[in-house]
């Protein structure tokens, strides 16, 4: 690597006030994560494992930069990158891509097992798909209108709504069966050419006549984005559907994601109940709950604006073309109906 | 068209009308000089890869921070 110009420091009660001075550089006191903001709050979530953060400091000992790993998914070991901000103006160009590869370098997680960094890179410009695609980040699903474009105060989006390519970087071998949904096999298999081996398996078992759905949910309401990651599958799963699509309508949602096991047998019949919902693909989530899920999303909103998100792969772009083609045969179904 | 000609008109296109082909001149640096923040030059990259069916690492990406260093990387590539 060439001459930097810059260090990375693992936050410590040392410089944890600093991450707000980053912070405020770019988003004044607007960022959507509070505890940014208080280097009491910051230290909080490291002792707790919930949170793994470096900061970058010029020659001069200013930070100019910030990243950091937290937990995110019902799986302790897979940990989500992401919140990276440059100073504006403080850093080399490469900084950015510096912060990104930091974490990607062994030791640099706490704990002793990591599964797995999953990126959400937003679709509104190329930096993070490309530093993620270039540190050897595989691409699994694309995640339509997730964010608000409107909550971006720097490099605004032209589209009202932005999407996310979802992104692994794998550490670990799998372990157990992956039970697939019928309906989704071909697509799947294109995503697991470029994962670990896995031992898959066609999860054609009926639905469950006993037992409860068990699911947790995460409301993203600057995002308006209600997410759900589906454990377990009971005999009540259409009308926990049901339900979900009612709150979802008061409470405003635009975008809804069940995030689905697979390792439910069961998952091609309770796919097939989702599109029934006008639920349509979105990709794979890795080792999201340790075995992998299958992501389903729904929009309320608008049409997502297609041409306005931007792509770096075709592997991303190939994605995008499968999930609006299902979107579509879903949509078309539900008239038919 | 020459091969600077074709990456002047990415910059041009990257700028989205900001900068004109009279001043990207080899030496002119890409942050500090025409104003090319992180998000405009990772699209100059995604840009250059497709135009001229290269692949750019992260590596090159850092080094390389004035037009003229483009060019030389891309000439260099292509040639090899």
């Known amino acids: 690597m060439p001459e930097t110009g810059y260090t990375i420091q693992p936050v410590d009660a040392s410089n944890a006030a600093e991450v707000a001075t980053v912070f405020r550089s770019v988003y004044g006191d607007g960022f959507p994560v509070p505890y940014v903001y208080h280097a009491a709050l910051v230290m909080e979530e490291i002792r707790a494992g919930r949170l793994a953060a470096s900061l ?7 930070a100019i930069g910030y990243v950091s790993f937290f937990k995110c998914a019902p799986n302790p070991n897979l940990w989500e990158g992401g919140n990276l901000v440059v100073v504006p103006g403080g850093g080399k160009d490469e900084l950015g891509w510096g912060l990104m590869q930091h974490y990607l370098q062994p030791g640099n997680l706490p704990g002793l097992q990591s599964d797995g960094i999953i990126g959400e890179a937003v679709c509104h410009h190329y930096f993070t798909q490309v530093g993620a695609v270039k540190l050897g980040f595989q691409e699994c699903g694309l995640a339509l209108d997730l964010l608000d474009g409107a909550s971006f105060s720097e490099h605004r989006p032209e589209t009202e709504r932005v999407a996310c390519v979802v992104q ?6 799998p372990q157990g069966p992956c039970y697939l949904p019928e309906q989704y096999r071909a697509f799947l298999h294109g995503i697991y050419e470029r994962l670990r081996p896995r031992i898959l398996l066609p999860g054609t078992s009926p ?14 309401e600057e995002a308006g ?18 339900r979900i699509l009612v709150k979802s309508r008061e409470r405003k949602a635009v975008c809804l994601q069940l995030i689905v096991s697979t390792a439910l047998p069961c998952i091609s019949e309770a796919v097939a109940q989702l ?10 989530y890795p080792r999201w709950f340790g075995n992998d899920a299958v992501m389903l999303q729904q929009l309320f909103g608008k049409e997502p604006d297609y041409e306005g998100i931007k792509l770096y792969t075709g592997v991303a772009r190939k994605m995008l073309h499968d999930i609006r083609s299902d979107r579509e045969a879903v949509q078309r179904k539900g008239e038919q109906e | 068209m020459s091969t600077m000609e074709k990456l002047q008109q990415l910059v041009v296109k990257v700028s989205k009308g900001r900068l004109s082909e009279a001043v ?3 030496e002119a640096r890409l942050n500090e000089d ?23 690492g992260l590596e090159e990406a850092a080094k390389v921070t004035t037009i003229g260093g483009i060019l030389a990387f891309v000439e260099g590539t292509v040639v090899s």
Do not use: C
């Open chain 2, 34 to 56: 025409l104003g090319l923040d992180s998000l405009a030059q990772s699209e100059l990259i995604v840009l250059v890869e497709d135009t001229f069916a290269i692949t750019v």
């Open chain 1, 225 to 242: 984005t209600w997410r759900f990651s589906v454990s377990a599958i009971g005999e009540d799963w259409g009308m926990f559907l049901d």
């Open chain 1, 56 to 62: 970058a400091f010029d020659s001069k000992g200013n």
């Open chain 1, 168 to 173: 692994l970087y794998e550490q670990s071998d």
């Open chain 2, 24 to 26: 990207l001149t080899p």
């Open chain 1, 275 to 284: 599109r029934q919902r006008g639920f349509f693909i979105g990709g794979l």
């Open chain 1, 207 to 220: 639905l469950p006549r006993h037992g409860e759905t068990v699911a947790t949910d995460h409301w993203f």
